[in-house]
């Protein structure tokens, strides 16, 4: 990006193979009178921005495009790094489903085994968090190992990265066996891998589930990639796919008073570019769907049966066994989790908790950019 031209226009330059609006560039700068120096934030509003603006002239320097703007005649500087990252003239995305190539989708045998860190590591704050916390934006799922057995002990585990998102079971829920429970969970059935409370809009992004007692037969965990799941689905019949992102379901939670929590969303939830952001799949608590037009919703059911198939797909899953004092965290807009029954004598209890993904992103980017200005 070292060649530079502007259209005789002036309403857009090219910088190497890459096009840039005027208005784009001048909304975008980062000078002292544009952006507030301390936190980055814009100080002038659209308006500001003269609508006649033109790009009189712009040249490269070492590591800097100056841009000469009419009829301001202010002069601009941009990092040329800061542009490439951020350069939009590109030649599309790969239709729908596509996602960022920070994800890496994977089946049971791909991955092979969850990503596992000690929690003494991990509170250390340093490269170990980093790189724990980078598993879990990659794969949707990481494990911790060697945390305290004590009620409230997940707590230290958002406390990583970011804060609890309280929800009517307040800030955490037990899974253990109960007498007429007012969810299933808690029984000792076997539970199909799904996402958690798609009935609340929004959802949460980040489910943790602690193990503090393990002594039955049974009740191990799995997981499952979503996004897979779902693109494997596109793969097999892309009919299926698009009718399932195409249409909305409804999601619904009534099992306890004063509680009435209802969502409309898509299983599959697209952007507007296509890409893939969201899987939702709870056969518990998918409510009447009434939102597929009568030609098309023989179709849904069929696409929906056939997600269901491959969720329950033994080669898509991770199975392991959570031993007190170990947990697991999920994206819940990607990942599912399951388990199988347990019977028997003994006890089986987990505490879990939401959170959220923006509190996870965060705390990554700011471990990534404070491991890079490390010395070498």
Do not use: K
């Not at 070292?2 to 309403?11: M, P």
């Amino acid at each position: 990006m070292t060649d530079v031209s502007v259209d005789a226009s002036g309403t857009f330059l090219t910088l190497g193979s890459r096009r840039f609006h005027a208005i784009w560039l001048r909304d975008n700068a980062a000078d002292p009178e544009t952006r507030d120096p301390g936190n980055g934030q814009r100080l002038i509003a659209p308006g500001a921005i003269p609508s006649d603006l033109r790009i009189a002239s712009a040249a490269v320097s070492d590591t800097t495009l100056m841009v000469n703007f009419a009829p301001e005649m202010r002069a601009i500087a941009f990092d040329l790094s800061w542009l490439e990252r951020n350069a939009y003239d590109q030649s599309g995305v790969d239709g729908r489903g596509w996602t960022e190539p920070t994800i890496t989708t994977w089946t049971g045998s791909r991955l092979g085994e969850v990503p596992v860190a000690n929690l003494g590591d991990l509170e250390m704050r340093g490269a170990a968090l980093r790189d724990w916390l980078g598993c879990v934006r990659n794969y949707g799922v990481a494990r911790v190992i060697n945390g305290p057995v004590a009620p409230g002990a997940l707590f230290r585990i958002v406390n990583l990265f970011g804060h609890v998102r309280e929800t009517n079971y307040g800030r955490h829920f037990d899974v253990r066996t109960q007498v007429n429970p007012v969810n299933l969970a808690n029984t000792g059935r076997a539970l199909q891998a799904h996402t958690d409370n798609p009935y609340r809009d929004p959802v949460p992004t980040v489910q943790v589930l602690y193990c503090l007692e393990s002594s039955l037969t049974g009740g191990d965990s799995m997981v499952i990639d979503g996004f897979a799941a779902v693109r494997r689905l596109q793969e097999e019949n892309p009919d299926h796919f698009d009718v399932l992102a195409d249409h909305c379901a409804r999601f619904a939670f009534d099992g306890e008073e004063g509680v009435s929590l209802a969502a409309r969303r898509p299983l599959i939830e697209l952007a507007p570019d296509g890409e893939l952001r969201c899987v939702r799949f709870n056969n518990r608590s998918l409510a009447a769907v009434r939102d597929v037009p009568f030609e098309r919703m023989a179709m849904w059911y069929a696409a929906y049966r056939h997600l269901g198939d491959i969720v329950d797909d033994p080669l898509m899953a991770i199975s392991f066994r959570l031993e007190p004092g170990e947990c697991f965290v999920v994206d819940n807009t990607r990942v599912l989790h399951g388990r199988t029954a347990w019977t028997g004598a003994g006890n089986r209890w987990l505490q879990g908790c939401y959170a959220d993904m923006d509190g996870l992103r965060s705390t990554h980017e700011a471990l990534m950019q404070a491991t890079s200005r490390e010395p070498v």
